[in-house]
């Protein structure tokens, strides 16, 4: 079945099985290795991207629903090489060991943060239960999420009435 | 892993639908928001023939009012119900309910109707649709039908949807002025319910004048406490009414014995919920 | 809050500074180099079936529909490869009668573990390999399963394997009264039995089945076509690997390349020499094409090795005034269906630290390795240490409570003063350095303990339906694996050496090869920060070359918190190396005496003057090499290979406080204080960055995790939507701070970190939720400590 999807601004027109999930199409089909899975029931969340502007898991989406839509992953998000600030403050706070569950914890963050500018520490770690990680023990990744946050609006201030 | 092979239709319209799965014979599966579907294809639980998706039919997103309820389209969102004030205001159980499901991602995926269709037993929807008297609009090739919540779960991921039948929309009676609270109990916050106790309370002059209790998973379907509310319901809204109509709390149930709770413990939370879910609803 | 020991100075300052990673730029970007992400051209997926029986004789397999299904290449099972697949290494005889199954990485006979491999299929693409599993019929005959460890190991229990005529593997024994490093238990007990002023605690302690449960799935490519064989490999041993495939396959050492990328975290898990790394080898070599082979999750958790799963038989003797006079530890070790790399060393490596911090004058250690069929167990982050400290520090709480005495005063009353090192200990180590008086005074002011026992003793008093509960747990371990002499008298199959190699460029770059393999640490950061402080060059001229057996050809790779304390510690003598022998080209190039040479921030000064070369300038010096002292080497390259002379011993307080749910059994943490002591410090972010993640693997055993099997020994907890791994929702805030005690058994006067947060954390959360519902008579609770446990546990004592 033919699908076209924009991935990380560029239009990709593609054959592919109606059974392919989006995270194989990215990698597998598109090269866009950045994106990586982590498990095969949708609760690690190291596979998340955003399908027009919300995060989702990649992995419990068929290729074939995101047809005519958009996708945003890791490597999309830096730009002309500037970092995104939440890109910045997990390398900043000491965020990521590993590195694994980084692109689906970042992406995660990043919706979390449009959802609410301002989060509290208890909505930052709600806002990330659907991302596991086994290396930081979550307290670094809740701080740099906290920081970006402080940047983002301190960027957004002069906006009025940007926040969603 | 990786699902087996299957066709796929994305219809744009609910005839389309209807007439898709019609043609696709018993071997077909519906895909709403996927959440719980993907999962399930990925392991190979499931080898459908054909995959029918949903998520192209505007029609049945969304939600409105309908004078003496709201009507939730099946393929409404978790995330768009959490947004949608009329949800707050007219039957804030299921927002309660609803905020709970699993993570913000699939949240963003994962329907109203989806969950309802695929009733598992700790889903978190259930209990709620079944407590506030929710009615389940079904389309099929011989047109439609209404039904009831308590008759729509007839037990482990089973409903009365026929083969040939779609989920189009459920009709929530309003229960505006009602205070609602959902008390979810499980190990970590990826967790599936244990048990979970949905309840919702009009409280008039200090006393209790309408009571909605339901279970999460102390059967194979959602529970009505309903010992619960009739204790409850012409009582003062105290610490003791609830106390002792908690106690009835697990009466008619089946509970599951699983790793996490054997039937006993599983009584024993329905009852401590209910007073907490009771407590937080009534504001006492 | 997190404040920080002054560092001690060193000349560049780079130790004890919280530099932000090198490591980062391509992992948040998605620029990584996962194996799962590679691609060669040709390239065959290999997908692996697996039996869904715990234990069964295969009576006939039938590839024929596999074969003719769209894009498979090949297909073979266990027959196919009989002759080549040699066994999987086990390279830690523990002892000389060990028993010890064959372990082929394709099943030939028999399956031994629901998950064993019976097949593999080779395809175009991920997807026809593993459509192509479906047309595999393989007929099976049921065998007897042995599930439970304690049946297992009794007399008359069914075999997991029959040949070997016992499920008992071997018994391991240490004894000091035997070795003359203390007196004899069985007297020390007898004596606290029939005083009256003695006591004796016995308990039996579960360590139950945990999965390491790495972010990224295994994942291995085979390149056959090169002058040798490449293999990518999500693993932490490269070196390791490439020895043991080399040894096990027959293949020559020589012909064998083993690269290990960016590698998704491993917590002992990727320290395996893996059946589908074998399978991967061989069925490139066979075909001449490239072959992947990347796990699922599922598969993951059904066939990767698991964690811990011991039984702790433990017997403490004291006096009533708290002082204790032995320790009696006998253990059965599940190791699951087969012997993997160090499967029967892990519980072993226990031995050495039941005795804890603390002046055991009696002790005596046995264990036994049990087979049962289950996936085998193997190295799980801390390994054996953290069974030991758990056993160890739950009964000593498990003392305190039995006396009435305050958990931290028993300590006190028993743990080896700071005047007292080095110190011999009963098991046979001797610790260079400790202070744990600091460490425990230290943790005690951050967590406000008096005030939280004032608040514990009001909500007993009105029987608040939540009670809180406070934790003790210290801990030292032994870090490094390594001495080699040490390793070689426990009959471990390798030594604990480092290599490393600094290469001083023509420009004053700095090239470092180590032998360590990172996969998450942040090795390149730290060892930069090592080499730019030692050498005073920048921290950014510093490139870390790591985990390809062809540019770091030597080394032991990762695990047992040994990078920084042996690896690191190469790499600081390689560079004193470099700088020797920089200094008699820099005395030559300033026409002085040697002697009369200076090193400091990367200059040699002649003393008392103005007059310096940068080590830079020696290196283009060098490099042109026109003017050479007489018999010297126009080289700055160094190659060390480094043995340390002992073990390092970190060590540290943690106190934790629990809110138990007394209606619901429900453990929530309320705070966590971890005052670890890990010798000098090099990147204070790094550390904390470990001891986070360290709490957090700690406290999920004790609270959440557990490899749970049926009764047909089908594995329940299959997924992450069953095997809980905590999520950010479900873990505090934690305090962290620490005490800077230097080892004095390495020159740079560093520990190690890797573990020490995971092996503190389990006691101290399970030892906080006793504290809260001892009042009801509990004195155990089985980990996890679900609140169906806990509950259940109320209900019983309170009978």
């Known amino acids: ?164 | 892993m990786i699902p087996s092979a299957f066709d796929y239709v994305a219809p744009e319209t609910l005839d389309d639908a209807v007439r898709a799965l019609a043609d696709a014979g018993d071997d077909a599966k519906i895909i709403a928001g996927g959440q719980s579907l993907t999962p399930v294809l990925r392991l190979r639980m499931n080898d459908p023939s054909v995959v029918i998706d949903l998520g192209r039919i505007p029609a049945l997103r969304g939600v409105r009012d309908d004078g003496d309820a709201l009507v939730i389209g099946a393929m409404t969102t978790h995330h768009d119900i959490l947004h949608e004030p009329l949800v707050r205001e007219h039957a804030l159980l299921i927002a309660e309910a609803t905020a709970t499901i699993a993570d913000p991602q699939i949240r963003h995926r994962g329907t109203f109707g989806g969950s309802l269709a695929h009733a598992d037993p700790a889903g978190d929807l259930l209990a709620s649709a079944l407590a506030l008297g929710a009615e389940m609009t079904i389309a099929g090739p011989n047109g439609r039908r209404q039904v009831a919540a308590a008759e729509f779960f007839e037990d482990l991921f089973t409903t009365s949807l026929q083969p040939d039948e779609i989920l189009v929309d459920i009709r929530v009676p309003k229960h505006s002025g009602w205070t609602a609270h959902y008390e979810k109990f499980n190990r970590t916050a990826q967790a599936w319910s244990i048990v979970a106790v949905a309840a919702a309370v009009r409280v008039d002059g200090g006393a209790i004048a309408e009571a909605r209790v339901a279970l999460t998973n102390m059967a194979s379907v959602p529970v009505r406490a309903r010992g619960v509310e009739e204790a409850l319901v012409g009582r003062a809204a105290d610490a003791a009414t609830i106390r002792d109509a908690a106690e009835r709390a697990a009466e008619g149930t089946s509970p599951a014995v699983d790793g996490n709770a054997d039937a006993d413990f599983r009584s024993h939370l329905a009852r401590v919920l209910t007073s907490r879910a009771v407590t937080a609803a009534a504001g006492v | 809050m997190t404040a920080v020991a002054e560092p001690a100075s060193s000349p560049a300052g780079e130790f004890g500074r919280s530099r932000a990673r090198k490591e980062d730029a391509h992992l948040i970007t998605g620029r990584s180099r996962w194996t799962g992400n590679l691609t060669l051209p040709g390239m065959l997926h290999m997908a692996v079936l697996r039996s869904p029986l715990a234990h069964a004789r295969i009576t006939g397999i039938d590839v024929s529909e596999a074969k003719s299904m769209p894009g498979v290449v090949a297909v073979y099972t266990g027959a196919d490869l009989a002759e080549e697949q040699g066994d999987l290494p086990s390279a830690w005889p523990i002892t000389p009668d060990m028993k010890k199954p064959p372990a082929p990485a394709l099943a030939v006979d028999t399956v031994n573990f629901a998950g064993d491999a019976v097949a593999v299929v080779l395809a175009r693409s991920d997807y026809e390999a593993h459509d192509a599993l479906e047309g595999i019929d393989v007929d099976y005959e049921d065998l007897p399963v042995v599930l439970d460890l304690e049946s297992a190991a009794a007399e008359g229990s069914e075999l997991v394997h029959p040949d070997l005529g016992t499920n008992v593997s071997a018994t391991w024994k240490l004894d000091s009264g035997e070795a003359g490093s203390g007196g004899d238990v069985e007297q020390a007990i007898a004596e606290a039995e029939s005083s009256p002023d003695g006591i004796v605690v016995r308990r039996t302690l579960r360590q139950q089945r945990l999965v390491p449960a790495f972010m990224e799935p295994r994942a291995v490519v085979v390149d056959p076509n090169a002058q040798q064989a490449t293999m990518w490999s999500s693993t932490q041993i490269p070196h390791i690997l490439k020895l043991m495939l080399a040894m096990t396959l027959g293949i020559p050492e020589h012909k064998l390349r083993v690269i290990a990328p960016d590698v998704g975290g491993g917590f002992g898990g990727k320290l395996q020499v893996t059946p589908e790394e074998v399978l991967t080898l061989l069925t490139a070599r066979r075909l001449g094409k490239p072959v992947k082979y990347a796990e699922s999750r599922s598969e993951s958790m059904q066939a990767a090795h698991h964690g811990r799963a011991q039984l702790q038989k433990l017997t403490l003797a004291a006096k009533r005034d708290g002082t204790v006079t032995g320790m009696k530890v006998e253990l059965l070790a599940d190791m699951g269906a087969y012997m993997r790399l160090l499967s029967p060393g892990i519980p072993v490596l226990g031995a050495f630290m039941f005795n804890g911090i603390y002046k055991i004058p009696a002790y005596h250690f046995s264990c036994s390795p049990v087979f049962t069929s289950k996936v085998p167990t193997d190295a799980y982050r801390g390994a054996g240490r953290p069974e030991a400290t758990f056993g160890i520090e739950r009964m000593m709480s498990e003392l305190a409570a039995e006396l009435g005495i305050d958990p931290l005063e028993i300590r006190e009353k028993n743990w080896i003063t700071h005047e007292e090192f080095p110190f011999n200990t009963v098991s046979g180590l001797t610790y260079d350095t400790g202070n744990y008086e600091a460490a425990t005074a230290r943790a005690r002011e951050l967590f406000g303990y008096d005030a939280l026992r004032r608040e514990q003793a009001e909500r007993r008093e009105r029987k608040d339906p939540v009670q809180l509960g406070i934790g003790v747990s210290t801990f030292t371990e032994m870090c490094g694996l390594a001495p080699s002499r040490v390793l070689g008298s426990l009959d471990y199959g390798a030594g604990g050496w480092e290599h490393a190699q600094v290469r001083m460029l023509p420009t004053g770059k700095v090239e470092v090869v180590t032998g360590i393999s990172p996969h998450g640490q942040g090795h390149v950061t730290g060892f930069s920060q090592v080499v730019a402080d030692r050498l005073g060059v920048p921290f950014d001229d510093v490139e870390i070359i790591h985990g390809d057996t062809q540019s770091a050809p030597k080394g032991l790779d990762t695990y047992g918190s040994r990078s920084l304390t042996v690896g690191g510690v190469a790499v600081a003598h390689a560079v004193a190396t470099v700088i020797a022998k920089a200094r008699p080209i820099a005395a030559h190039m300033m026409e002085c005496a040697e002697d009369d040479l200076e090193f400091t921030e990367g200059r040699f000064q002649v003393r008392g003057t103005e007059k310096a070369v940068g080590i830079t300038d020696v290196a283009l010096a060098v490099f042109a090499a026109h003017d050479m002292p007489e018999g010297v080497e126009p080289s700055l390259d160094s190659d060390v290979t480094y043995d340390p002379e002992n073990f390092s011993f970190p060590h540290g307080t943690h106190l934790c406080a629990v809110e138990v749910d007394t209606e619901t059994g429900r453990v929530e943490l309320r705070s966590y204080v971890a005052v670890d002591d890990v010798g000098r410090v090099v990147n204070p972010m790094l550390v904390e960055g470990q001891v986070h993640g360290g709490l957090a693997q700690g406290i999920a055993q004790a609270l959440f995790e557990e490899a749970v099997y049926d009764e047909s020994g089908t594995l329940l907890s299959g997924s992450f939507a069953e095997y809980l791994i905590p999520t950010a929702a479900d873990l505090p805030s934690f305090t962290t701070d620490r005490t800077e005690t230097p080892a004095t058994s390495n020159t740079l006067g560093v520990k190690g970190v890797g573990e020490a947060g995971t092996i503190a954390s389990t006691p101290a959360v399970v030892n906080a939720v006793l504290d809260a519902v001892r009042q009801f008579g509990v004195r155990d609770i089985d980990m996890p400590c679900t609140p169906m446990r806990v509950w259940k546990a109320i209900q019983e004592g309170a009978r």
């Open chain 1, 1 to 164: 079945m033919r699908i076209t999807v924009d991935v990380d601004g560029t239009r990709y027109s593609d054959e592919v099985e109606p059974r392919m999930l989006l995270v194989h199409y990215l990698r597998d089909q598109l090269g866009k290795v950045g994106t990586v899975s982590g498990c095969d029931t949708s609760n690690c969340g190291a596979c998340t991207v955003h399908l027009d502007g919300r995060s989702v898991k990649s992995c419990s989406v068929l290729a074939v629903q995101a047809d005519g839509h958009e996708v945003t992953t890791v490597e999309g998000l830096a730009q002309d090489g500037t970092l995104h600030p939440v890109q910045e403050a997990f390398h900043e706070c000491h965020a990521l060991q590993c590195g694994y569950c980084t692109p689906g914890m970042i992406m995660q963050s990043i919706d979390l943060l449009e959802e609410n500018p301002d989060p509290d520490e208890q909505q930052v770690r709600e806002g990330l239960e659907g991302n596991l990680c086994r290396c930081t023990g979550y307290q670094n990744i809740v701080k740099a999420v906290q920081s970006a946050a402080g940047t983002m609006r301190e960027g957004s201030a002069p906006q009025a009435g940007g926040a969603r």
